[in-house]
């Protein structure tokens, strides 16, 4: 069925026109002949859409937009991770998974795992593609001990609620390799929560391996978390003179056992290394204490090789240099030498004896006539004359002393 329209034509071309219609339109109208001028009003046939078709179309455009969110959710969860699925063997893996059972992340537990991993990409594959790969690969790589038992431990590691038919999986999987490459090793399957996983990942081992830990140490066990890291789990428990699948079978525990144990391991953590921290402190303060007694030693020692060790250069420099003990100890020996403080008095006293006697004799000489007043006279006289002695001398050795004084002063800073 077919409507008529109207419109201007605004263009031509060839069999064509574009005709622009009163509601605004441009529309390409077909004709067969006939003269069509531009700006000229034309009518023209238009074919009408059957309702069916148009409501064929108004589904199709429903249906396409209800299954956007379906494919955009469907996308997220496949790049979204769903479970952690961990292999021990010795080598270790990680395989993360969506809830396709597609691995989306692969990740190495230690060196030996990454030596297995080399050269072969497991991102895309099937999860029972990569537990079949890297278990062949540790066997081929010599990693399976062909004469004792060996233990092949799978954890499973939920992000959401338990999945039992994942384990069943996962175990099956294995199985199948052990037995295809007659590997002598038994598989065991544990379940671990998120909590565990990341502990098991801050001490730098795996889930399972931690687990057992876990259930050595509640058993009265010391289990070194490097051995753990380093040895084969059969190894670890060799080395303890236990056996191993006695600690894998009560390894398996409810959500809150686990928990439970894992608090009480932070607990024991946090006690020793508190006790470590103080053993190195009591060691630092006596190693400082021994040192701080050394060193004094070794100063007073320097001190006294100082004296008698010095270099001939050292030495002339001191004598050109000397200090100022040393100036005034050689100055007072070469005054001493010289003249002693004493000799000076005495040298002073002398001279005022001689003075004395050439200017005139005793005053009582003259009293021939009173003998007892000469003989007072006498007295008087030399009292005067020891009186006068004894301060002339005084002055005498002040001076001599700061003479002295002044020499040593000069000595120091001329």
Do not use: C
Request: proline fraction near 3%; charged fraction near 40%; avoid cysteine.
């Amino acid at each position: 069925m077919r409507t008529m329209e109207k419109g201007i034509v605004v263009e031509k071309s060839g069999r064509n026109l574009i005709v622009l219609t009163p509601e605004g339109e441009f529309k390409k109208v077909a004709v067969s002949g006939g003269e069509y001028r531009l700006g000229q009003e034309i009518e023209f046939n238009v074919p009408r859409v059957s309702s069916v078709y148009r409501f064929g179309a108004i589904a199709a455009a429903v249906v396409l937009l209800l299954l956007v969110p379906v494919f955009v959710n469907l996308m997220e969860m496949s790049h979204k991770a769903y479970a952690y699925v961990q292999l021990d063997i010795n080598p270790g893996v990680e395989f993360t998974i969506n809830r396709y059972d597609r691995i989306i992340d692969v990740r190495a537990l230690n060196s030996d795992g990454q030596k297995v991993l080399e050269g072969f990409e497991l991102n895309g594959k099937n999860l029972e593609e990569g537990i079949r790969y890297f278990t062949s690969k540790s066997y081929e790589m010599g990693y399976v001990s062909e004469e004792n038992k060996n233990h092949i431990i799978v954890t499973t590691v939920m992000e959401g609620e338990e999945n039992p038919s994942l384990e069943k999986t996962v175990e099956e999987a294995v199985n199948q390799v052990v037995d295809e490459k007659n590997i002598p090793a038994q598989v065991n399957v544990l379940n671990a929560t998120k909590e565990i996983r990341a502990e098991a990942e801050k001490s730098g081992i795996s889930s399972g391996k931690l687990l057992l830990l876990l259930e050595a140490n509640s058993e009265g066990m010391d289990i070194d978390i490097e051995d753990m890291k380093s040895l084969s789990i059969s190894e670890v428990f060799e080395k303890e003179g236990r056996n191993a699948e006695d600690i894998i079978k009560h390894a398996r525990k409810t959500r809150e056992e686990m928990n439970r144990l894992l608090e009480k391991q932070r607990e024991k953590t946090k006690e020793e290394k508190l006790k470590k921290d103080e053993d190195e402190r009591d060691n630092k303060s006596e190693n400082d204490r021994d040192n701080e007694g050394n060193q004094n030693r070794e100063e007073a020692s320097d001190k006294d090789r100082g004296r008698d060790d010095k270099t001939p250069d050292q030495g002339k420099k001191d004598k050109e240099n000397p200090g100022m003990g040393e100036k005034i100890k050689d100055r007072i020996d070469e005054r001493s030498k010289d003249k002693p403080f004493d000799q000076d008095d005495e040298d002073d006293e002398d001279k005022n004896d001689e003075d004395g006697n050439d200017e005139q004799g005793p005053p009582w000489v003259d009293d021939e006539d009173n003998p007892e007043k000469g003989k007072q006279r006498e007295d008087e006289e030399r009292e005067n004359n020891g009186k006068r002695q004894n301060s002339e001398s005084g002055k005498n050795r002040n001076k001599g002393k700061s003479s002295m004084a002044e020499e040593i002063f000069t000595a120091l800073f001329r």
